[in-house]
Nanobody, 124 residues
Framework: QVHLVESGGGLVQAGDSLRLSCADS????????MGWFRQAPRNEREFVAA????????RYADSVNGRFTITRDNSKPTVYLQMNSLKPEDTAVYYC?????????????????WGQGTQVTVSS
């Protein structure tokens, strides 16, 4: 059973940093790529970042490229999203997800397990 639990969200000011964590309390996810998505009010869920099974390949949405970094520690097992230089438009509920396969995916259809989400609010 896959059970993803996100943590690390909160209320910060523009320019601040946050690190989100996603732990799998069930079966380890070391055999799959992992991703982060976010959903702001009245918006569709959008891709943020993804990392391959071994952590060697990453992909980012243009809106976060250069500010966010996704990493993973398969020994934990946990995936992280380091978010720097946060902007008000980064405000959303952030979800981690396990991909259906080994490689990075940037569409929600490529993921089959999702966490409950953690709120990130960035004030101006």
């Amino acid at each position: 059973q896959v059970h993803l639990v996100e943590s690390g969200g909160g209320l910060v000011q523009a320019g601040d940093s946050l690190r989100l964590s996603c732990a799998d309390s069930g079966r380890p996810f070391s055999g799959y790529a992992m991703g982060w998505f976010r959903q702001a009010p009245r918006n569709e869920r959008e891709f943020v970042a993804a990392i391959s099974r071994g952590g060697l390949t990453t992909r980012y949405a243009d809106s976060v490229n250069g500010r966010f970094t996704i990493t993973r520690d398969n020994s934990k097992p946990t995936v992280y999203l380091q978010m720097n230089s946060l902007k008000p438009e980064d405000t959303a509920v952030y979800y981690c997800a396990r991909a259906r396969g080994l490689e990075v995916e940037d569409t929600s259809g490529g993921y089959d397990y999702w966490g409950q989400g953690t709120q990130v609010t960035v004030s101006s």
